[in-house]
């Protein structure tokens, strides 16, 4: 197998859409990319009433096509119309460790104020890859934002897996990682009153690279909050390849940057993105729901 020569470190667009190719699919949403490689903003739909079947068609295939949807034209929805329209999508997802909402235990509450301890999902991740199936995705409103700051910046995995060389493609080929929570989240929520002592949190082996269910296409699925290591490498090894693929994944042309308006709401595709809540905004507030709908068990599938 010959080396890619250094350009075709680059994005690979060969294997993108065109804008304009991707326009002509969808008959009842406007879309408007953000940038070439993930994320598009969404209008005419309306989240609070039973979204019609061809518009939830053309949502599924939208999400395929870049991986995040903004939808920033949208009143505050109440829990009940946020998990109506995710439940859309699949079954929902409950959190392994954050506090649960008494009435609408699918509802996460997101909230960051003066008397935080830390910010969730401050480093870069897909939510909950210690699960055996990690979420599908994630829809996320944002009620209040801080003003400035408080951003989430999101990054592609089909691009980065593609921008590999052939040589280290072919070393991750069919390697296995463990995805481990307990750095994660022991202690993460005591600040909202959750006592974890004696609680036990997931842990679960997934392929470095990853085939989406519906793309068919090959994503990195490792990630620095959960992934403790690679099997069938030396520590030091390990450490130096998800190092690299840490710094790597996160290259600022697979990535875009969200600013929240009060009542934006982004849904992402965890089995092809990574995400990063940027807490830049202490000691204001930002607070928001988030609804996770359940997803299935990643694979690889070899040539
Ligand atoms: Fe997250």
Same mark, same amino acid.
């Given at each position: 197998?010959?080396?890619?020569?250094? +350009?075709?470190? *680059?994005? @690979?667009?060969?294997?993108?859409?065109?804008?304009?190719?991707?326009?002509?699919?969808?008959?009842?949403? /406007?879309?408007?990319?953000?940038?070439?490689?993930?994320?598009?903003?969404?209008?005419?739909?309306?989240?609070?009433?039973?979204?019609?079947?061809?518009?939830?068609?053309?949502?599924?295939?939208?999400?395929?096509? %870049?991986?995040?949807?903004? !939808?920033?034209?949208?009143?505050?929805?109440?829990?009940?119309?946020?998990?109506?329209?995710?439940?859309?999508?699949?079954?929902?997802? &409950? =959190?392994?460790?954050?506090?649960?909402?008494?009435? +609408?235990?699918? &509802? !996460?509450?997101? =909230?960051?104020?003066?008397?935080?301890?830390?910010?969730?999902?401050? $480093?870069?991740?897909? $939510?909950?890859?210690?699960?055996?199936?990690?979420?599908?995705?994630?829809? &996320?409103?944002? =009620?209040?934002?801080?003003?400035?700051?408080?951003?989430?910046?999101?990054?592609?995995? %089909?691009?980065? #897996?593609?921008?590999?060389?052939?040589?280290? *493609? /072919?070393?991750? $080929?069919? *390697?296995?990682?463990?995805? @481990?929570?307990?750095?994660?989240?022991?202690?993460? %929520?005591?600040?909202?009153?959750?006592?974890?002592?004696?609680?036990?949190?997931?842990?679960?082996?997934?392929?470095?690279?990853?085939? =989406?269910?519906?793309?068919?296409?090959?994503?990195?699925?490792?990630?620095?909050?959960?992934?403790?290591?690679?099997?069938?490498?030396?520590?030091?090894? /390990?450490?130096?390849?998800?190092?690299?693929? %840490?710094?790597?994944?996160?290259?600022?042309?697979?990535?875009?940057? !969200?600013?929240?308006?009060?009542? /934006?709401?982004?849904?992402?595709?965890?089995?092809?993105?990574? +995400?990063?809540?940027?807490? $830049? #905004?202490?000691?204001?507030?930002? #607070?928001?729901?988030?609804?996770?709908?359940?997803?299935?068990?990643?694979? #690889?599938?070899?040539?």
């Amino acid at each position: 197998m010959s080396e890619r020569p250094l +350009h075709e470190g *680059k994005l @690979d667009r060969a294997q993108a859409l065109s804008n304009a190719q991707r326009e002509e699919m969808y008959a009842t949403i /406007s879309t408007t990319p953000v940038t070439p490689v993930i994320g598009v903003e969404i209008e005419d739909v309306d989240l609070t009433v039973d979204v019609p079947d061809d518009q939830i068609e053309d949502l599924t295939r939208a999400l395929a096509n %870049y991986n995040v949807l903004f !939808f920033r034209d949208q009143p505050e929805l109440t829990p009940e119309q946020q998990i109506r329209f995710a439940r859309r999508f699949g079954e929902l997802h &409950l =959190h392994p460790a954050a506090p649960k909402d008494a009435e +609408h235990p699918e &509802l !996460f509450v997101i =909230h960051t104020h003066g008397e935080s301890f830390v910010n969730n999902g401050a $480093d870069w991740h897909t $939510d909950v890859s210690c699960d055996e199936e990690p979420p599908l995705g994630t829809m &996320l409103q944002i =009620h209040r934002t801080p003003g400035s700051g408080g951003d989430t910046l999101f990054a592609n995995m %089909y691009a980065a #897996y593609d921008a590999l060389s052939e040589r280290m *493609k /072919s070393l991750l $080929d069919g *390697k296995i990682a463990v995805h @481990d929570s307990e750095r994660a989240y022991r202690g993460r %929520y005591s600040d909202k009153g959750v006592d974890d002592t004696g609680v036990t949190f997931p842990t679960a082996d997934h392929p470095v690279i990853r085939t =989406h269910p519906v793309s068919g296409r090959r994503a990195l699925y490792v990630n620095e909050t959960f992934t403790k290591r690679i099997r069938g490498m030396t520590e030091e090894e /390990s450490d130096a390849i998800l190092e690299f693929l %840490y710094r790597h994944m996160v290259r600022p042309e697979f990535q875009v940057r !969200f600013h929240w308006k009060p009542n /934006s709401i982004a849904f992402w595709d965890n089995r092809c993105t990574q +995400h990063l809540a940027m807490w $830049d #905004y202490w000691p204001n507030e930002r #607070y928001g729901h988030r609804v996770t709908v359940k997803g299935d068990k990643p694979f #690889y599938r070899a040539n």
